[in-house]
């Protein structure tokens, strides 16, 4: 299995370059590493009379690579731009448009991605006002969309004014590369899915049923009303829940 480290920041040396170096330094045998700096790559569109041989490149290693790290700094509270045009540029391969213009997974379904940034803000400022939660929501809806399996994910929080990695996010940054080591080639997500559709129905089931003890008892029509009313509510929330995703802010 080949891991494949993208660099989209502006210091090479910096914090963002030095996350994904501890990321893919934890990468055993027999999966091998690659990194690229795309300040190196002209990321233009490609078109017809207008090709771009370094885009097809990296579109090769792209599908060549069966985990992608992703690193890229948090500029006024997104990724980098140099980041926003690769994905820009790199569209087409990333999914397929069909005829009423719905978006669907392209070559890449169900490779796998970490994601890491950085920020000057301090934790705790990033913890209540998240300022690289838009960097993580911008690469999950990217890569989302095109079928990739997510992970995880790391922020190095305080890169101002002095850019260090810290010494307590290099053991996050280890599980992730663990991560990484036991991921699998071909990940089917969908009996994960059915598995936790289960629970959950099972979950309210027993719920709606519990509480349906503390109201009066009725006949066959109240029963089935009040089960209906209390097992939406409840699934309505716990779905919410679940689509709302807290990412990594300290």
Known sequence: MQVLGIFAGTDPSGVTAQMLQTVLAGVKAP???????????????????????DLGQLTQLLIQSDVWVIATPTYWGHESGLLKQFFDALRAHLIRVDQAGGMHPGRFKNKHYVTLTNCYQGKWTNLFSPVTDAT???????????????????????????????????????????????????????????????????????????????????????????????????????????????????
């Open 31 to 53: 999966h091998t590493t690659v990194t690229v700096n795309l300040n190196e790559y002209n990321l233009h569109l490609a078109a017809p009379r207008h090709p771009n041989r």
């Open 136 to 250: 993580f929501q911008s690469v999950d809806q990217v890569l989302g969309t095109a079928g990739l399996i997510k992970l995880g994910e790391a922020v190095q929080t305080g890169t101002w004014p002095t850019p260090t990695l810290a010494p307590e996010k290099v053991a996050t940054l280890q599980k992730l590369s663990q991560k990484i080591n036991r991921s699998q080639r071909k990940d089917d997500q969908t009996m994960k899915r059915y598995l936790q559709l289960f629970v959950v129905v099972a979950l309210m089931t027993l719920i709606t049923m519990g509480l349906q003890q503390l109201l009066p008892h009725g006949g066959f029509w109240w029963t089935y009303g009040s089960f209906v009313i209390i097992f939406f509510a409840l699934l309505a929330t716990i779905l919410h829940l679940m689509t709302v995703k807290l990412h990594a802010r300290k």
